[in-house]
């Protein structure tokens, strides 16, 4: 799978594919490399993530080992998979407890909109992620917020979809109430 397709995009045509044919196995042959691409075709129900430098041993390779019901993924982009686990992964109740006392505390409660500040509790953001929830706040529909940023219109639903759960909104009005907040100077 190509993720630069016309009209539907590589991740969204794997995420339905998969959804129909779920015992299909998918190789995402890219030279898209950034984390929100690597986690949504991987989200999507990728098997397999090669860069489009791969050698032609290693496609040959891959595509072997998903004949066996294995999944590949490049070096480069296991460590980021591996990094993303361990930033999401729980930690045991002990450890989380002594790394919010080494932090100062716990983490900022819930505001009662529903949202977490953007500076308090909340999971960073990347940059395409701060530039949509921009974009957001300007108003602007996942469509336009696509044509904009030269994304499927599905893409940045999912990426909207994922701001939210990481600011803990609820609306896309709370994400630009959230925005405004942290843009303007206290």
Partial sequence: MDLHMPLKGGVAATREITRDLPNTQILVLTTLDDDETVFEAVRAGAHAYLLKDAAEEELLETIRALRRGESRLTPQIARKVM???????????????????????????????????????????????????????????????????????????????????????NTRTGLALLSRKQSRPE
């Avoid at 686990?85 to 009662?112: C, H, I, K, W």
């Avoid at 953007?118 to 917020?145: P, V, Y």
């Fill in 83 to 169: 990094d993303q686990f361990r930033r999401l992964a729980p930690l045991p109740p002990g450890e989380a407890a002594r790394d919010a006392e080494r932090d100062g505390g716990a983490a900022a409660p819930v505001e009662a909109a529903g949202s977490a500040s953007l500076s308090g509790g909340a999971e960073f953001l990347s940059e395409k992620e701060e530039k949509i929830l921009q974009l957001i706040a300007l108003g602007l529909t996942n469509r336009q917020i696509g044509q904009s940023l030269y994304l499927a219109e599905g893409t940045v639903k999912n990426y909207v979809s994922r701001i939210m759960q990481k600011l803990h909104a």
